[in-house]
């Protein structure tokens, strides 16, 4: 198991884990079916890209959903 970061929260994965297994493993079902962008290491991440990103340990991911309003 490595340790990675999600919006700060730590948490565990397997070593060789992707970024798609990353988000699936923090993010609710309702929440995956959102808008959101991913940063690795505060790099943007194209959603097409998720499964082929391996991660490493202690690698920091943010996940930001849009705010809608005025």
Known sequence: MMPVH???EAIELP???SLKQALEHFLDE???SLSFA???NSDFVAKQEYDAKILAANDSID???PIYGG
Request: hydrophobic share 60%; no cysteine.
């Open 15 to 17: 070593i060789g884990a």
């Open 38 to 40: 991913v940063a690795l």
């Open 63 to 65: 996940v930001l959903f």
């Open 30 to 32: 309702k929440q995956q």
């Open 6 to 8: 999600i919006n700060g």
